[in-house]
């Protein structure tokens, strides 16, 4: 493992030219939100922070994070407004746009570089008042306990995650953070270290100090906040990745496992794929992704309900106006009739009423084997497409969340397998119906 981890550490440090132009660029950056924040007495100081500030960053695709620090009694609407305004002025030759995580913060993008300039509150550690305030903690930190070496490993761990699809901290993706990347090298000591304990690691297993008690697949606790668990927004498909590749990698060292691995897509069951297509009007890609989100998790439950099968789900959006809500079924078309199980024949009164009941509306009743009452039922839908439809006319409030429903008003589509999509957009549907390329390192 370690001539493997040996070769990668050297491809992974960027260059003395890289590293003069991002510095550059971050100084381009940070030179005019100074000149921006002179003119509100709301505003403390100014720092840098995130991997840039760490020297942790990647090279291809590194951020630079600019924090403005608010006074404590800044109103959170002060707070909000001014640091959208110091965003948009200080950046305005570069089309800045508004991004949020649980407040907004403004981006920008010089010469390929994402600029984010966020807010947040000069408080001490503990006394947080909005979801940045752990931030300048979290750059503090590090830079004082990361060593060079270490530094180092935390960009092979970054490459390692990124390679396999893991990486990135937005809510379309839900995986891992580069803060966690930090936090698991600085806990296992190297790369090598933390691969061999995350092969073994058990299920809600701590990583770090709490007292606390989290109910997560596994817990990483933030070094600055010890009741905070930062493998809460990572989901449990992505923790599972990182466990099995991790696996993989020890018994099979390869420098495989750093570069992109394409999934094995089934053809043959792209007509189990439904697929929901509705327009919407602009807004965040942190807001539209959540949004969407939900409500493919809502629809989830409701095909379930509604008797389908429903094996994976995604969501898409190109984040201007289109937005894709994915559905791998068992079948399309489901039997027309289903048995019901009803209550245990002991329990008086419910198998009283649910006799009553069913020897009007069902098809047949009879007493189980298995000592309950069962009923023979009769389906409304048969077929997906025709379920999905009028689901959507009729329950829109209960299956979209409210801040679609204006979009879903203005009209969807509705359709089975890949014929009407675009190719970004099949690529991302087949993921649904393909082995994953994680799991292709067993092989």
């Known amino acids: 493992m370690n001539p493997i981890i040996s070769k990668v550490s050297k491809t992974v440090i960027p260059s003395k030219i890289i590293e003069k132009s991002k510095k550059q660029i971050g100084e381009t950056a940070f030179r005019l939100v100074e000149k921006e924040i002179e003119k509100y007495s709301e505003v403390e100081e100014l720092e840098f922070g995130g991997s840039f500030a760490k020297g942790t960053w990647l090279s ?69 008042k909005s979801a940045a305030d752990r931030s300048p903690f979290h750059t503090k930190f590090m830079e004082k306990s990361l060593t060079p070496k270490m530094r180092n490993e935390v960009r092979v761990l970054k490459t390692f995650l990124k390679s396999n699809g ?18 698991l090298i600085l806990e296992f000591g190297s ?38 668990n930062l493998a809460a ?53 942190d807001i ?23 094996l994976r789900s995604k969501s898409h959006t190109d984040q ?49 084997n298995n000592k309950k009452i069962i009923s023979l039922e009769k389906r409304n839908h048969t077929d997906a497409v025709n379920f999905m439809k009028e689901f959507l006319k009729k329950n829109l409030q209960v299956g979209i969340p409210k801040g679609l429903q204006s979009d879903f008003k203005q009209g969807f589509k509705i359709s089975i397998g890949n014929k009407n999509l675009s190719k970004s957009i099949k690529e991302e549907a087949a993921e649904l119906i393909s082995v994953d390329g994680t799991l292709l390192h067993f092989n």
């Open 60 to 128: 291809k695709d590194a951020d630079v994070d600019i924090f403005i620090k608010f006074k404590k009694n800044v109103s959170e609407e002060k707070f909000e407004k001014i640091s959208k305004k110091i965003g948009f002025d200080s950046l305005k030759k570069y089309s800045p746009y508004v991004r949020y995580s649980q407040h907004p913060y403004v981006e920008a993008k010089i010469k390929n570089t994402k600029i984010n300039v966020v807010p947040c509150y000069d408080v001490k550690i503990g006394e947080w």
């Open 166 to 183: 893991i990486y990135g901290a937005e809510i379309a993706k839900q995986g891992f953070s580069g803060y966690i990347s930090e936090v």
């Open 191 to 228: 790369f090598g270290n933390l691969i061999k304990s995350i092969s073994k690691i058990n299920e809600n297993q701590i990583i770090g100090k709490t007292t606390k008690k989290f109910d997560t697949s596994i817990v990483v606790i933030d070094p600055i906040d010890s009741n905070r």
């Open 233 to 285: 927004a990572i989901s449990d498909e992505n923790i599972g990745k990182f466990i099995l590749i991790s696996r993989a990698f020890k018994e099979k060292p390869s420098l495989e496992f750093f570069k992109i691995r394409k999934a094995r897509t089934s053809n043959k069951f792209w007509n189990n794929l439904l697929v929901v297509k509705f327009n919407f009007k602009a807004r965040s890609p």
């Open 288 to 310: 539209i992704w959540g949004q969407i989100k939900r409500a493919t998790s809502t629809l989830s439950t409701q095909l379930e309900l509604g008797g389908f099968t429903v």
């Open 320 to 368: 201007q106006k289109e937005a894709y809500l994915l559905f791998f079924l068992e079948s399309i078309k489901i039997n027309e009739i289903y048995s019901k199980s009803g209550p245990e024949f002991f329990r008086e009164d419910s198998t009283h009423s649910f006799i009553a009941k069913n020897l009007k509306n069902a098809e047949l009743v009879w007493v189980g």
